[in-house]
Nanobody, 127 residues
Framework: QLQLAESGGGLVQAGDSLRLSCVSS????????LAWFRQAPGKEREFVAA????????SYVDSVKGRFTISRDNARSAVLLQMNNLKPEDTAVYYC????????????????????WGQGTQVTVSS
């Protein structure tokens, strides 16, 4: 089983960059599809980005395409989210999540598919 812990959040200005990291202290990391979700105040949690077991397939919500990049390092049991050109509307608590899948190319974007979640890290972008 995964035990996920996010880090890297903070308070930044619009146009700045942040890199979020999520590491697992246990579990065979390479068998998990991984994703980032976020929840803004007063809103439901939404999908941000996901990456397949191989790392070759990724998916992004339209609002972050071209600005965010998801990557993984199975040797370090880590999934990263590089966020560039941040906007105030990116303000949210960011969560990483994982689910096991047999195929190396599967990407999951549905929150309901994920079994393991971190506690979240706050990202605040001021205008």
């Amino acid at each position: 089983q995964l035990q996920l812990a996010e880090s890297g959040g903070g308070l930044v200005q619009a146009g700045d960059s942040l890199r979020l990291s999520c590491v697992s202290s246990r579990g065979l990391f390479s068998v998990y599809v991984l994703a980032w979700f976020r929840q803004a105040p007063g809103k439901e949690r939404e999908f941000v980005a996901a990456i397949s077991r191989s790392g070759a397939e990724t998916s992004y919500v339209d609002s972050v395409k071209g600005r965010f990049t998801i990557s993984r390092d199975n040797a370090r049991s880590a999934v990263l989210l590089q966020m560039n050109n941040l906007k105030p509307e990116d303000t949210a608590v960011y969560y990483c999540a994982g689910v096991t899948r047999g195929l190396m190319s599967t990407v999951e974007v549905d929150e309901a598919e994920y079994d393991y979640w971190g506690q979240g890290t706050q990202v605040t972008v001021s205008s």
